[in-house]
């Protein structure tokens, strides 16, 4: 305790420590949960490894590891490219500053919709744009610009409208586009259970943070898609409190 008290920190090392901090925190809290943590924790070991190799004296594998961590920086932003995209994308619309506004009622609109279009088992797959723009995504739909009803996006979506294998977009509370192509993930590939429009779900949530609702059209079951993590079999009051939650992160 007298060895702390003694210490004598100027306020531009605390801000620095501070900032480190915040820094690393924030990387924890963007690879939480995601595939990122199974490359860090080989990152890990390799290291160790190479820390090995350095102290047991084998010359030929610390030689082999050395040139390998030589080039750190250029892997991990390979390894980490699509992570490293989505927070610079998060950083720079404002994440911290401003949170995206959904009324209730146009909630309780696309939750109505959603259910109605389940109990038919017709589905159908909806974008909700929170802090990263999805305009290039968008521009490749057909552009509506329309109020958020209930019926507008049942009807989007029935078997003979040109529209429905694609997805709507809505944002700041208005369908922006629908028909609209969204990137696969590569994830479920080997999974019977989930067809295109769940991993079309999952690929815009891994290149953005936006949120996106699926209706299969085989089982007639609701899924969300957000940050990479697909949660499935949910009821009209799991969906209302999973979408308000979200938009208030």
């Known amino acids: 305790m007298e060895y702390l008290i003694s210490l004598n920190i100027a306020w531009r090392e605390a801000l620095d420590i501070l900032l480190v901090a915040v820094i690393y925190a924030y990387i924890i809290h963007l690879v939480r949960g995601t595939r990122a943590v199974a490359v860090i924790y080989g990152l890990v070991l390799v290291l ?21 961590l030589g080039s750190i920086v250029l892997i991990i932003i390979i390894l980490f490219q699509g992570d490293l995209r989505r927070a610079l994308a998060q950083m720079g619309a404002g994440r911290f500053f401003k949170k995206p506004q959904l009324a209730d009622a146009v909630v309780d609109e696309i939750a109505q919709a959603v259910m ?25 739909g057909v552009p ?37 192509i969204l990137p696969l993930s590569s994830k479920l590939k080997a999974q019977s259970l989930f067809g295109t429009r ?17 209706v299969s059209e085989e089982r007639g079951t609701v899924s969300i898609a957000m940050s990479g993590r697909l949660t499935t ?17």
């Open 116 to 140: 109605t279009l389940a109990k038919g088992n017709v589905g159908a797959l909806i974008v909700l744009e929170r802090h990263v723009p999805l305009g290039d995504v968008i521009e490749r």
């Open 198 to 214: 769940h991993r079309a779900a999952l690929g815009i949530s891994e290149e953005s943070d936006a949120l996106s609702i699926v």
């Open 48 to 68: 160790l490894v190479y820390y090995l190799s350095s102290e047991l004296g084998l010359y030929s594998l610390n030689w082999l590891l050395t040139n390998f």
């Open 233 to 249: 079999s949910l009821n009209d009051q799991r969906l209302r409190r999973v979408i308000k939650n979200a938009l208030e992160r």
């Open 144 to 180: 509506l610009d329309a109020v958020v009803t209930g019926s507008l996006l049942t009807t989007i979506f029935q078997v003979d409208t040109p529209l429905h294998d694609g997805a709507v977009i809505i944002r700041r509370g208005r369908i922006a586009a629908a028909g609209c």
